[in-house]
């Protein structure tokens, strides 16, 4: 079994910046892939961005990219996000999650961070 358990988030100000951090413990860590994804209320869950676990590969929508960036220590089986310019339209709860075998299926979530971008 995973563990994956978020941290990082708060409130800040429009055009603040923050690191989302994800830590992994449990069963041995080697996943494909590790995401984030953010949920505001009354919305749909969206994909944030991803990264491969050995090579270090990025994904993401066009949209965020420029303002949102996804790394990852995998000597501390750790995944960042860290997001600048914040908009107040970043509001949501930010989850991670693991993909053991491809990018898309994710096996393992987190409980989620809290992310309010005040104007």
């Known amino acids: 079994q995973v563990q994956l358990v978020e941290s990082g988030g708060g409130l800040v100000q429009a055009g603040g910046s923050l690191r989302l951090s994800c830590a992994a413990s449990g069963r041995i860590f080697s996943p494909y892939a590790m995401g984030w994804f953010r949920q505001a209320p009354g919305k749909e869950r969206e994909f944030v961005a991803a990264i491969t676990w050995s090579g270090g590969h990025t994904f993401g929508p066009p949209s965020l990219k420029d303002r949102f960036t996804i790394s990852r220590d995998t000597a501390k089986n750790t995944v960042y996000l860290q997001m600048t310019s914040l908009k107040p339209e970043d509001t949501a709860v930010y989850y991670c999650?693991?993909?053991?075998?491809?990018?898309?299926?994710?096996?393992?979530w987190g409980q989620g961070t809290q992310v309010t971008v005040s104007s």
């Open positions: 999650a693991a993909a053991l075998n491809q990018i898309g299926e994710y096996d393992y």
